[in-house]
């Protein structure tokens, strides 16, 4: 038997409250937003394997959605194989979704982003020593000829 208690404290639970901003944009469906929102928690490592996911119920409370919208972004996470349903006790994260996000997002960062970003690394003739050195510091390099 579930204990509803311990799971309502389980660390899952709080992020998914403080974290899911209630704001929509629009150019998006919501039921997309929702399932992008789940997909950041599990890459952030915020939704670990076998955690539990809050009811429909609960996230169309919170967030003030219809449950069926809800239940269409969780649906996809079903499909993506991320998810997994368990008669009568809900929805958990399936083992691996976190690496098979990874790949995904990487594969995709490579195809999508990188080329522009490439593009204007090379505009601007920056050198590996200085992408190297900015991502080490959070910024750009003391040399590369910021204020100063």
């Known amino acids: ?3 509803y208690n311990t799971i309502a404290a389980h660390h899952a639970y709080a992020p998914l409250k403080d974290i899911m901003d209630p704001e929509w ?5 919501i039921y997309r937003q929702l399932r992008d929102r789940v997909v950041a928690m599990i890459l952030d490592g915020l939704l670990l394997e076998g955690d539990p996911l809050p009811s429909v119920r609960t996230v169309a409370a919170e967030n003030r959605v219809n449950p069926l919208t809800v239940l269409k972004g969780y649906q996809q ?5 991320l998810v997994e349903k ?3 006790l809900g929805l958990f994260i399936n083992a691996g979704a976190r690496e098979v996000l990874l790949q995904a997002e ?3 960062f490579l195809s999508e982003q990188w080329p522009a970003v490439h593009a ?3 505009r601007l003739g920056l050198t590996p020593q ?3 050195a900015a991502a080490e510091t959070g910024g750009p390099s003391a040399k590369s000829g910021g204020e100063g």
Not at 25 to 29: G, I, Y
Not at 77 to 81: A, F, G, P, T
């Open 86 to 88: 368990r008669r009568g």
């Open 106 to 108: 990487r594969q995709r």
């Open 25 to 29: 944009n629009d150019s998006q469906p």
């Open 1 to 3: 038997m579930v204990n």
């Open 130 to 132: 200085e992408l190297l």
């Open 77 to 81: 996470l079903v499909d993506e194989q």
């Open 120 to 122: 204007t690394i090379q």
